[in-house]
């Protein structure tokens, strides 16, 4: 049974505290124990990215779970490839899961991948949506840690897929000013990939006006700013990696007959 995981109350304390587990040379860092990095040092890391008042220390132990991460075979990875090759008909018979954890989330991203793990399960989704990361503080450096410390902790090597998810216009805001609405999504989706997301759904549906008369007119502001988002994503992903982005057809307004249909570019 692992003891109650420690909260680092500075970078240099929380480096001293895995003197043996770990050390940083230069700018990489170096694995010295990697069990025991695994069944301890993980969970200080994230305890203290998720509960450290310290700045530094916060900072720190977010960095050290990426590199390790990295260093492990446990990647934040973008879905877009396996999507690309089921549309091919390269790939079939089977779902993808994608699942919003909301709390206890290294808990319950540990479990996911144990059953993961157990059943063969090569690919799941671990996603937040906009509105869940305010309520439930969880913001993306946050949420990115506490899905790959526990891939860490479990041994896990393979592609993880962390999605912002629902990133979505506020119809109201959009009204009343349409540029601020939108540079909020901007901001959001720089966020995301800052922190290692590499799936993020853009939920621009809730602009669908049902009013007009033609499909076309319905939809334009929804496609043109899905299309203006996914260009911004293209040009901050990182250079080896096609970020998998998501749209929505139409927003469910409590009780319509057609549902949301999810899209990826």
């Keep these: 049974m692992p003891s109650q995981?420690?909260?680092?109350?500075?970078?240099?304390?929380?480096?001293?505290?895995?003197?043996?587990?770990?050390?940083?040379?230069?700018?990489r860092l170096v694995i010295d124990d990697e069990r025991a990095l695994r069944e301890r040092g993980v969970r200080d890391l994230a305890w203290t990215s998720a509960f450290g008042e310290d700045e530094g220390a916060v900072t720190a132990a977010r960095w050290i779970v990426w590199e390790a991460a990295q260093e492990l075979g446990a990647v934040s990875a973008s879905i877009h490839e396996l999507y690309m090759a089921r549309a091919r008909g390269e790939v079939?018979?089977?779902?993808?899961?994608?699942?919003?954890?909301?709390?206890?989330?290294?808990?319950?991203?540990?479990?996911?991948?144990?059953?993961?793990?157990?059943g063969d399960v090569g690919a799941v989704i671990f996603e937040l949506a906009r509105s869940e990361q305010t309520y439930t503080w969880q913001r993306p450096a946050e949420y990115?840690?506490?899905?790959?410390?526990?891939?860490?902790?479990?041994?896990w090597r393979g592609p993880v897929f962390i999605q912002g998810d629902h990133y979505q216009f506020n119809a109201a805001k959009y009204a009343a000013d349409p540029e601020k609405m939108t540079e909020e999504i901007r901001a959001a989706c720089r966020t995301a990939i800052q922190a290692g997301y590499r799936n993020i759904d853009i939920d621009s549906?809730?602009?669908?006006?049902?009013?007009?008369?033609?499909?076309?007119?319905?939809?334009?502001?929804?496609y043109r700013r899905a299309a203006?988002?996914?260009?911004?994503?293209?040009?901050?992903?990182?250079?080896?990696?096609?970020?998998?982005?998501?749209?929505?057809?139409?927003?469910?307004?409590?009780?319509?007959?057609?549902?949301?249909r999810r899209l990826s570019a």
């Design 144 to 155: 990115a840690t506490s899905v790959l410390a526990p891939a860490i902790a479990t041994g």
């Design 205 to 222: 549906s809730t602009l669908v006006d049902l009013s007009k008369p033609t499909v076309d007119e319905q939809q334009r502001e929804n």
């Design 228 to 260: 203006e988002l996914t260009a911004l994503i293209r040009e901050l992903e990182p250079d080896d990696v096609t970020i998998s982005v998501g749209g929505e057809t139409e927003h469910d307004r409590g009780g319509a007959a057609r549902l949301p």
């Design 5 to 27: 995981p420690s909260i680092a109350p500075s970078a240099a304390g929380l480096l001293r505290s895995l003197e043996g587990v770990l050390h940083v040379d230069g700018d």
């Design 92 to 118: 079939h018979g089977f779902t993808v899961p994608a699942i919003n954890l909301r709390a206890q989330t290294f808990d319950m991203a540990s479990t996911v991948f144990e059953a993961a793990e157990a």
